[in-house]
T-cell receptor, first 113, second 114 residues
Framework: DAGVIQSPRHEVTEMGQEVTLRCKPI?????LFWYRQTMMRGLELLIY????????DSGMPEDRFSAKMPNASFSTLKIQPSEPRDSAVYFC???????????FGNGTRLTVT | EDKVVQSPLSLVVHEGDTVTLNCSYE??????LLWYKQEKKAPTFLFML????IEKKSGRLSSILDKKELFSILNITATQTGDSAVYLC??????????????FGQGTILTVHP
């Protein structure tokens, strides 16, 4: 299995631009999570899906952030408009049901100037 | 709101030392506690604990859970420079609308000097 695949690996953009992060979970996994990691705040859960349905988006910072999962093999996290404080590493992770461990992608390092 | 607190936040030791990392938690409906190791990229899975008092072991690493006192420890014996990493603790919720939710602690940065 190729594991969780995220793209792009790095993204540098200017304040005010739209940013779209992409994720392909492991085939057969029912849960998909989006996390953001910074030195100050650690790993923060932004949103997670079960069977493509958003379950908890209470961690999404504000209306500038949105996430979708149109099918079982693809999810996007969009930031519009982006701000410098959004700079972080964004991880996508997936898991199967039954309390199995979470598998992480390699992350997208976002820099907003 | 689920909460995970790890201590210490950072730790510097020499090769051969034994270290103990702590994780305390508050979760509405506990399902499991997980430990991860993060080097330069993505966190990698170490252990999943669901029952109190049963030690999980993998080589020089071991972990145990106390569901009464709401904490877990991760032990690393005979540390090596390759153990240098951030160690993350996470708890999984089993209840209601938060079923399957995983909340992470801040992590412990472990540095092992030769």
């Amino acid at each position: 299995d190729a594991g969780v695949i995220q793209s792009p690996r790095h993204e540098v953009t200017e304040m005010g631009q739209e940013v779209t992060l992409r994720c392909k979970p492991i085939s057969g996994h029912d849960y998909l999570f989006w996390y953001r990691q910074t030195m100050m705040r650690g790993l923060e859960l932004l949103i997670y899906f079960n069977n493509n349905v958003p379950i908890d988006d209470s961690g999404m910072p504000e209306d500038r952030f949105s996430a979708k999962m149109p099918n079982a093999s693809f999810s996007t996290l969009k930031i519009q408009p982006s701000e410098p404080r959004d700079s972080a590493v964004y991880f996508c992770a997936s898991r199967s049901m039954g309390g199995a461990p979470l598998h992480f992608g390699n992350g997208t390092r976002l820099t907003v100037t | 709101e689920d909460k995970v607190v790890q201590s210490p936040l950072s730790l510097v030791v020499h090769e051969g030392d034994t270290v103990t990392l702590n994780c305390s938690y508050e979760v509405t409906n506990f399902r499991s506690l997980l430990w991860y190791k993060q080097e330069k990229k993505a966190p990698t899975f170490l252990f999943m604990l669901t029952s109190s008092g049963i030690e999980k072991k993998s080589g020089r690493l071991s972990s145990i859970l106390d569901k009464k006192e709401l904490f877990s420890i991760l032990n690393i014996t005979a540390t090596q420079t390759g153990d240098s990493a951030v160690y993350l603790c996470a708890v999984e919720s089993a209840g209601g609308t938060s079923y399957g939710k995983l909340t992470f602690g801040q992590g412990t940065i472990l540095t092992v000097h030769p």
